[in-house]
């Protein structure tokens, strides 16, 4: 197949290192009760004919934290019903251990649920509700008692066991219904945006709690959210969604460093990739990207790194320069490689403390596929890419002198330029027509 051409039953992505579900932990003294999750071929497709989820293939590893992001309406949160047995499926195949549970009722999965609402019980306590699910299973008074206070021991509820949600804190109330999914000491736990309720503040210290918790339990974990920082700092590997089709799934730095397509070039990364429609031409031993009227040297250490790139000599090609691969080119009067450097005149410069945001604009049109559309809705614009008419951003040190409405010289790390196929939108990597196996996608 050739890299970027979409495939009837695309692979699921590299194999998960064994040491992924080994390396989990028990503490606490939980049984540990975990399994492996499999989707295979899974479709959900509605009597009107929409595909939510088209040909999912998924293997999740015993232990393994996966996190499912994409933009709203991407099929993610249907998938994880699925798994959950709260959605019937269409057609393909869901196994939970060595058990294919297409037939079994949610109740009998084996799995524990928490969603972005926390459905707690108003009129009962912290305790009743995390014991209500092995109340109605009539457990044993006394183990009940004992798997109350381990998770309150572990979520740090000890001391708020006899109040009611009323008077617990937003964290507080979202770790009571993970308390009720721990409990039942699950194969595994299925995460609906548990966190989107809560302000920043609280969601990057619960991103830390769920993390820490799920490693020490080692309870197969599959997450959902639309925030692809969730998603990059708490999975083991990420997979990326659109339109109900699995684009690619990876370890989150592999997502970042080497994207298959435009689309998850442009998701994953905050803020976004500056995308580009360039030409680019031979120049000795190594080429130019003509961005406009102005050009970055593309080293001859790139090009034998990506030898696909040669046969887009002489050709169009869409260029993507992440915002933290540039910087201000006249920061302490250090000399910079012209064939490095964009010139401009910055637009708006917004001062985040660790870094500066600076807004300029090249002489350059935007890369416009179905691709960079889909992205721009999710961003919020209807009628074209978020950043139109060669926009741009760069992070650049906040040592910068850089002034609204003054002119800037921007350098760019001409190293980790990202290259992708104009008309197919997949990223150029290997030889000429080479298949990528970290590809699992494509409309």
Partial sequence: MAHGTACPHPPMGPPVPEEVGARRTDQGGWRRNVA????????KI???????????????????????????????????????GLEEISRGTVAIGERTVNRVPARDRDVAMVFQSYALYPHLTVRDNIA????????????????VAKAAATLGLTDHLDRKPRNLSGGQRQRVAMGRAIVR???????????????AKLRVQMRAEISRIQRDLGVTTVYVTHDQVEAMTLGDRVAVMKKGVLQQV???????????????????????????????????????????DQALGVPRALLDERPALRGYLGREIAAGIRPEDMDDADLDGAESDGAAVLSST????????????VHFAVDAPPVVTEDTRELAR??????????????????????????EGHPVRIRVDTGRLYFFDPDSGAGIWGEPGESDSREVGDD
């Fill in 36 to 43: 492996r999750v499999r989707l295979d071929g899974v479709y």
């Fill in 46 to 84: 509605y009597p009107d004919g929409t595909r939510a989820v088209d040909d999912l293939d998924l293997d999740i590893a015993d232990g393994e934290f996966l996190v499912l992001v994409g933009p709203s309406g991407c099929g993610k949160t249907t998938a994880l019903r699925m798994v959950a």
């Fill in 132 to 147: 209500f699910g092995l109340q109605l299973r009539r457990m044993p008074k006394a183990e009940i008692a004992e798997r």
């Fill in 185 to 199: 000491n699950p194969q595994a736990f299925l995460m609906d945006e548990p966190l989107s309720n809560l302000d």
């Fill in 250 to 292: 990876a370890p989150p730095q592999e997502l970042y460093e080497r994207p298959v397509n435009l689309f998850v070039a442009g998701f994953i990364g905050s803020p976004a990739m500056n995308l580009l429609q360039g030409r680019l031409e031979g120049d000795g031993d190594g080429a130019l990207l003509h961005l406009g």
């Fill in 346 to 357: 910055a637009d708006l410069v917004e001062a985040l403390g660790a870094e500066l945001l």
């Fill in 378 to 403: 999710d961003a919020g614009a209807d009628d074209g890419p978020a950043l139109g008419g060669g926009a741009m951003i760069a992070k650049f040190s906040p040592r910068s002198n850089v002034a």
